[in-house]
């Protein structure tokens, strides 16, 4: 997969994830992201709600595909069914760890803990874009001329 190919926004499709398929997702997220004391597991980083925000329909129901086709009660058994599913399935298995993991660091708590350990990352560029030392924008040698908007004048013939 190239980017994360999801079209949605937070609210967009107005799907809901019924209690059983909310602790399930919870069980995947902390399979693949169970934390360290420094971050924070995928189900407290609010990987669950992330995904139920923007699923459509189509992502709920291959969701609860996954939650009829594995046992999901718990982030041992999610790991199990994770590895039988990157054997069998690579795409779907693509699909859930993409989503997971733009749910993780998307996540307040996990940008916390990035910039805690000093990390300067925001998330997404816009609209502050990425800070950068003065020296690394410019180009080595200076190339072209400049003029000032004050400066311009209209040409005559």
């Known amino acids: 997969m190239t ?4 079209p949605s926004r937070p609210g967009f499709f107005g799907t809901t994830f ?7 997702v919870a069980s995947l997220c ?10 924070p597991p995928g189900s407290s980083a609010q990987v669950p709600w992330f995904m139920k925000q923007r ?4 992502d709920r129901a291959r969701l609860q595909a996954l939650a009829d086709r594995f046992p999901l009660d718990s982030p ?5 069914a994770l590895r039988e599913l990157e054997q069998s ?11 997971v993991y733009h749910g993780y660091y998307a996540s307040p708590r996990v940008l916390a803990a990035m910039h805690d350990r000093g990390y300067d990352y925001h998330g997404a560029p816009q609209p502050l874009g990425y800070a950068l030392p003065g020296t690394t ?20 013939a």
Not at 55 to 58: D, F, I, M, T, V
């Open 3 to 6: 980017g994360f190919p999801h």
């Open 18 to 24: 019924p209690e059983p398929l909310r602790r399930q």
């Open 30 to 39: 902390d399979a693949m992201l169970p934390g360290d004391g420094v971050y």
């Open 55 to 58: 699923a459509s329909p189509e």
């Open 76 to 80: 041992q058994d999610a790991a199990a």
């Open 89 to 99: 399935d690579a795409w779907t298995f693509g699909w859930i760890r993409e989503y």
């Open 137 to 156: 924008a410019g180009p080595a040698k200076r190339r072209g001329s400049y003029v000032p908007t004050t400066e311009v004048s209209r040409a005559t």
